[in-house]
Nanobody, 117 residues
Framework: EVQLVESGGGLVQPGGSLNLSCVAS????????MSWVRQAPGKGGEWVSG????????YYADFVKGRFTISRDNAKNTLNLRMNSLKTEDTGVYYC??????????RGQGTQVTVSS
């Protein structure tokens, strides 16, 4: 059974930081590009960041460039997202997904990120 389990979300003030993690199982994580996508309240999903299977190439949506850093540890089947300088508009449910742009076969259940003062 394929599982992607996200953690690390929470409530943070504007300007704060959070670290999201996603632990994968049930498929060959190290062979898959991975990504983070998010869904804000009342909006559709949007791609946030992607990383290639080896972890050497990272990709970011313009609205997170310079603030978010994606990484992975293939030995631990883990995908990470370090989020700095958080803004209220970063609020949403963040999902770990397979595929560089979140269009792969697998997606987790999500973790809530709320940025509010």
């Amino acid at each position: 059974e394929v599982q992607l389990v996200e953690s690390g979300g929470g409530l943070v003030q504007p300007g704060g930081s959070l670290n999201l993690s996603c632990v994968a199982s049930g498929f060959t994580f190290s062979s898959n590009d991975m990504s983070w996508v998010r869904q804000a309240p009342g909006k559709g999903g949007e791609w946030v960041s992607g990383i290639n299977s080896g972890g050497r190439s990272a990709y970011y949506a313009d609205f997170v460039k310079g603030r978010f850093t994606i990484s992975r540890d293939n030995a631990k089947n883990t995908l990470n997202l370090r989020m700095n300088s958080l803004k209220t508009e970063d609020t949403g449910v963040y999902y770990c997904a397979s595929g560089r742009y979140g269009l792969g076969l697998y997606r987790g259940q999500g973790t809530q990120v709320t940025v509010s003062s």
